[in-house]
Each structure stands twice: as structure tokens, then as C-alpha cells.
């Protein structure tokens, strides 16, 4: 690694937080409650909202209404985009255009203000994502995300340790952060998910009408 900055306080909001997220992304379409999440997670209340709010402020996750005092969260369409882009470019087809794949994140100058740590981290991860498959250097990030680079690094190496982002060394001295394989697995439910529902309209159609849809 070509940069080792001082060692800093972990990242343990962030940890936390995405372990939060994969319980909704492992969640089906209706979505999962934040009493469900707290009793799965362990993590108290105000953490569990905390991370929802985060997430969902910066379009990872949306909320729905069950009824007039409940609502449940899930994976929001912005993040099934970005996810389903990433894997047409990785399979060199055609990609969206990145302000239609991010669309709806806060607004540029909230984010930089904002101390939240989940949020820094989703705005440093969405940039790695709109790189090209080669990604993107440590200074690239430091300058476009505008935190310090000490905290840049530090939520990229998070990042790679909860296996989103990679590192790759390109000449001995600097790496370059690239996305890992991780994000395609939300696609690849996302479509899974999609073709079941599919073959259960066609059986059902079919022991109705006798015929195939």
C-alpha cells in the first residue's frame, strides 16, 4: 500500500450501518420493518434508524407505508440501476448515464456538510462506482469527495474490508479503488427475484386458464 496514513479511530458506524443494509437487501420486495431489523441486528433503536435514515438520504434504501403508523424499508430502484449499470460495464454493454443512476442523492453542498459517516462513506463509494473499470486513485477521490485524506482513505479501506471496493496496485507505488463483485450479487437477486415471480404468474395462469401464458 503506498499510503499509510496515521492510525486513525475505526469505522465502526459504517460497519455497523452496512450490516443494517444487508438485512433489508436480503429482505423480498415487501421490505422489512425497523422492529425487524433491531431484533435481527441486536443493534439498538436509535442505531438502526440512524443507519436507515442515512442510507435512504442518499438513495440506497426507500421507505414504503404499511399503514397509517408503520412503514418498511427496501432496496431503492436508484441502487438496482447503479447495480445493474456496473454490470453492464463490466460486460462492456452499453451504461446509463451516471446522473440518471445516482439520481436523487442529496444535493452536493449538503453532503459535504454533513458529519454523518455513513453518508461520507455512500458519497465516496458512488464515486468509485462512476469510474471506469480501471477506478480511480486515492487523490482522484480526496479531491472530488473533498474530505480530508486521511477519512477518504479510511472509508475505502472499510469499504474493502466489508468487500464492496478493492485496491489494486498498478506500478508498485499507488493503487487504484475499483468496484468488486459485490454489487452485481444485488443485481443478480434483483433479476432472480424478478423470474420467480414470473413462473408463478405463468403456473398459476396456467392451472387457471389451462393454458400458457
Given at each position: 500500500?503506498?499510503?499509510?496514513?496515521?492510525?486513525?479511530?475505526?469505522?465502526?458506524t459504517l460497519v455497523k450501518a452496512e450490516a443494517i443494509f444487508q438485512l433489508v437487501a436480503e429482505q423480498s420486495e415487501q421490505g422489512i420493518t425497523l422492529k425487524q431489523l433491531q431484533k435481527l441486528s441486536g443493534q439498538p433503536r436509535t442505531t438502526v434508524h440512524r443507519a436507515l435514515m442515512s442510507f435512504t438520504a442518499m438513495n440506497w434504501l426507500e421507505q414504503t407505508a404499511l399503514d397509517d403508523r408503520s412503514v418498511c424499508w427496501q432496496v431503492s430502484p436508484a441502487l438496482l440501476r447503479l447495480a445493474f449499470n456496473f454490470r453492464r460495464k463490466a460486460l462492456g454493454g452499453h451504461t446509463l448515464n451516471d446522473q440518471m443512476v445516482i439520481e436523487g442523492v442529496t444535493a452536493m453542498h449538503a453532503i459535504e456538510q454533513n458529519k454523518?459517516?455513513?453518508?461520507?462513506?455512500?458519497?465516496?463509494?458512488?464515486?468509485?462506482?462512476?469510474?471506469?473499470l480501471t477506478g480511480k486513485t486515492l487523490d482522484e477521490l480526496?479531491?472530488?469527495?473533498?474530505?480530508?485524506r486521511t477519512t477518504t482513505y479510511r472509508l475505502l479501506c472499510t469499504w474493502e474490508r466489508l468487500g464492496w471496493l478493492k485496491s489494486v496496485e498498478v506500478d508498485g507505488r499507488s493503487d487504484r479503488w475499483c468496484m468488486s463483485?459485490?454489487?452485481l450479487a444485488l443485481a443478480h437477486q434483483y433479476q432472480n427475484q424478478r423470474l420467480q415471480m414470473i413462473h408463478q404468474i405463468k403456473e398459476k395462469y396456467q392451472s387457471v386458464a389451462g393454458e400458457q401464458l
Open positions: 500500500m503506498s499510503y499509510q496514513p496515521f492510525k486513525a479511530k475505526s469505522t465502526n454523518d459517516v455513513t453518508i461520507k462513506a455512500v458519497r465516496v463509494f458512488q464515486l468509485v462506482a462512476s469510474a471506469p480526496q479531491y472530488q469527495s473533498g474530505y480530508a463483485e459485490k454489487l
